[in-house]
Structure formats: structure tokens, C-alpha cells
């Protein structure tokens, strides 16, 4: 469904005013918040889609990387989880064995329970989670909460739909898909662990939109801009070569067609730059709106921990556009 298009559609359903409902679908963020108690907050979110690998037990991580990572994003623990399963009839049951191990092995890593779920047949197999999580009030991080002069640090590179695409084609050769999918399954658990203590106002995690369309709706959602610098995004070896032979998902179309108007791009950047930046990721990283002071001093903790971070851009006053690629 197109960015936005599911808030309209929720927009005009009835809806119960609820005062402990701290964070909804208004700004298209990562996750609901409930406030449990002046001292606690329940995080929920969803996520599940079909494969994006042949390994079924590597396709497990990576969907259950993916779901737990909306959890990070808001600031929380994830605690608990679902597992949802659509799984066709010719697809034997040591197959799904497999993906829900991998999803198993995620959830340890991370210290969430997986506590039952839901399966049901589907012509096409998809796997992901419900997952639950918990922070303390302060310790939220809304995707609408940045600030003038707050800088941008991402955590994994781009380039992830791109590469996938390329897989398919047998393009990719085994060091580059190694990192692909070593990315693609590394939980966000560690970038925000790292990131507390630090003055972070705002979070998303970069998924299916790509980097500018979910930077759209941050700058929308705090009624700001950004500039976003494309020489400083750290991109994965050969997205730039595939992108210029035109090896471009489809998910990065529909999404330069949901964000037309809303992101700008200088003359001078080359033209696979709107390509790599609407690229859809598959569980990429957590974008940080930091306050400036403290920019360096995570981004070398960041490093020091071996996780692949660059400031990207900075936050200012609103303008016509939400995001200007320089």
C-alpha cells in the first residue's frame, strides 16, 4: 500500500478516544504506544512479508529481524512475540520448521519470548511477528519528534532492494551477498542499546519506503526539512554499479510515484541517486535525529562497537520540500 495510504483510510473510520494512547498511525509511525502506568509504556507493532532469499531458516532471521526493529525504533525492549505464518500446501512442514527456527534464533538473541501465533494456508509463503515491547515514557522516541539543527545518523547501509534484485539475476557474487544478508539479519537491537545516554529526540528504522520516503515522513511529522547529503550515505559494494545497468525493484518506482513533490534533488547528483535513495530495504537501519553536541561522540561509540554509521544530514525550519538531496 502506498505511504499514507492507510492512514487515510483510518482517518475516516470510527475511532474511541483514548488519553494513554501515546503514539498512533498519525504520523505513519513504527509502532502504537500505550501508557500502562507514569512509569511504563507498552510497545506493539506487526510485520510479516514473502521471502526475499531461497534459505528458509536465513529468511526467518531476516523477517524477524525486520519486526523486531520497529520496536528499537521507538525507543523500547521488546519483550514478547507472535509468530504469523501463511504457508502453501506444497511447501512440506520442515520447510516452515526451518523459518521459524530462524525466527526462533533472532528472538533468543534479542531476549524476546515467542509465545504461540497464527498460521494459515496462502498460495505464497510470508512469515514475520507481532511483537511487544516496553519502555519508561521519557524513553520514547517518536519518528515526529526532531528538532531544528538535529543531525541524521543512519546505521546500515543502503542499497539492500538493489542487491536482492541482483541476486535474482545471479549477478551478485558470494563476498557481496555474504553482506547482504549478514545486513539484512543483524538485529537493531545493538544501534539502540548504543544510542541511549545520548541526546536522540526522534527514530524510524529505514524499510520498505527507502531512506528519503521515510525521512519524509519524519520531516513531515515534526513540520521540519532535511538535507540529506548523498556523498555522505554509506552505500553496499555494487549498489551503484547495479543501479547505473538498471537494476531497480519495483517497490522503488511506486515509492519515487508516492513522494513525488515531496523531495527535491540537485542538478548535479548522478542519476542513479533518487534510484539508491528510494531503494525499499529489507530490515535496514535506525535513523537518529541527534542533537549535534552529541553527534560525534555516538557515532564513535557506534564505531567502536563495529556498527556501520554516518551522519547523513541535519533537520531545519520547513520549506516547500520536505527533503533536499545535495
Same mark, same amino acid.
Not at 24 to 51: Q, W
Not at 187 to 202: I, T
Not at 265 to 292: I, K, R, W, Y
Given at each position: ?89 506444497? /511447501?512440506?512442514?520442515?520447510? &516452515? ?8 534464533? @533472532?528472538? $533468543?538473541? =534479542? %531476549? #524476546? ?27 520514547? /522516541?517518536?519518528?515526529?519528534? &526532531? ?8 546505521? @546500515?547501509? $543502503?542499497? =539492500? %532492494? #538493489? ?48 531512506? #528519503? ?114
Amino acid at each position: 500500500m502506498a505511504p499514507g495510504a492507510l492512514a487515510q483510510v483510518l482517518s475516516g473510520l470510527p475511532n474511541t478516544p483514548n488519553s494513554k494512547l501515546l503514539v498512533g498511525f498519525d504520523t505513519s509511525d513504527d509502532a502504537c504506544v500505550y501508557k500502562v502506568s507514569d512509569d511504563l509504556c507498552l510497545i506493539n507493532t506487526v510485520d510479516f512479508f514473502p521471502p526475499m532469499v531461497d534459505d528458509p531458516y536465513l529468511f526467518g532471521q531476516i523477517a524477524a529481524a525486520n519486526a523486531l526493529s520497529d520496536v528499537y525504533a521507538m525507543g523500547g525492549t521488546p519483550t514478547l512475540a507472535m509468530n504469523l505464518l501463511c504457508w502453501p500446501n506444497c /511447501l512440506g512442514p520442515e520447510v &516452515a520448521g526451518e523459518v521459524l527456527r530462524g525466527g526462533a534464533d @533472532k528472538a $533468543i538473541e =534479542a %531476549g #524476546v519470548t515467542i509465545a504461540g501465533g497464527h498460521t494459515i494456508v496462502d498460495d505464497e509463503p510470508k512469515y514475520g511477528m507481532c511483537v511487544t515491547g516496553f519502555a519508561k515514557p521519557d524513553q520514547i /522516541l517518536a519518528n515526529s519528534a &526532531a528538532r531544528p539543527g538535529d543531525v541524521l545518523i543512519l546505521t @546500515k547501509r $543502503i542499497g =539492500a %532492494g #538493489v542487491l536482492n534484485t541482483a541476486v535474482k539475476g545471479d549477478l551478485v557474487d558470494q563476498a557481496d551477498m555474504t553482506d547482504l544478508y549478514r545486513s539484512m539479519s543483524t538485529l537493531n537491537k545493538y544501534a539502540a542499546e548504543a544510542a541511549r545516554g545520548f541526546s536522540v529526540h526522534a527514530c524510524t528504522d529505514i524499510t520498505g519506503f527507502g531512506l #528519503v520516503g521515510h525521512l519524509c515522513e519524519m520531516a513531515e511529522g515534526a513540520d521540519l526539512s532535511v538535507d540529506l547529503h548523498f556523498d555522505q550515505v554509506p552505500l553496499m559494494d555494487q549498489a551503484v554499479d547495479f543501479a547505473r545497468m538498471g537494476i531497480i525493484p519495483a517497490g522503488t518506482y511506486r515509492n519515487k510515484s508516492a513522494f513525488d513533490g515531496r523531495v527535491t534533488f540537485a542538478e548535479d547528483l548522478p542519476e542513479e541517486a533518487s534510484d539508491l535513495l528510494f531503494d525499499p530495504q529489507t530490515s535496514g537501519g535506525l535513523m537518529f535525529a541527534v542533537d549535534p553536541e552529541d553527534a560525534q561522540m555516538m557515532l564513535d561509540t557506534l564505531g567502536a562497537l563495529d556498527i556501520p554509521a554516518a551522519q547523513v544530514g541535519s533537520f531545519g525550519e520547513s520549506r516547500d520540500c520536505f527533503v533536499r538531496v545535495l
